[in-house]
């Protein structure tokens, strides 16, 4: 059975840092592509990242135009974790985080994604 179970949300001023993690666990998490979504209220649930396993030719990354150069998605896959390190935070980032895996390709759609986690509360305040 796969999980995922993500940590480390809170509140945090804007300008700030957080750093959010991912735990996993059932699922060939070394070659798994994963990624973070993230949802505001009222709101669709949106791509933030993704980052490829290590059988493709290298782990390559994805980022939405909203956080790149802000965001950073890196996994260990000694300790079968994902993280999502938050930098330069604004009020629109707000929003409940999401874990996703899928095996496969790097994909930007929701649907695409076959395990997620319970997600995770990040607020940034003005």
């Known amino acids: 059975q796969v999980r995922l179970v993500e940590s480390g949300g809170g509140l945090v001023q804007a300008g700030g840092s957080l750093r959010v993690s991912c735990a996993a666990s059932?699922?060939?998490?070394?070659?798994?592509?994963l990624a973070w979504f993230r949802q505001a209220p009222r709101k669709e649930r949106d791509f933030v990242a993704a980052?490829?396993?290590?059988?493709?030719?290298?782990?390559?990354?994805t980022y939405a135009d909203s956080v790149r150069g802000r965001f950073t998605i890196s996994r260990d896959n000694a300790k079968n974790t994902l993280y999502l390190q938050m930098n330069s935070l604004e009020p629109e980032d707000t929003a409940v985080y999401y874990c996703?895996?899928?095996?496969?390709?790097?994909?930007?759609?929701?649907?695409?994604?076959?395990?997620w986690g319970q997600g995770t509360h990040v607020t940034v305040s003005s």
């Open positions: 059932g699922l060939t998490f070394s070659s798994a592509t």
């Open positions: 980052i490829r396993g290590i059988s493709t030719v290298r782990s390559y990354t």
């Open positions: 996703a895996a899928r095996d496969g390709p790097t994909r930007t759609g929701p649907d695409d994604y076959d395990y």
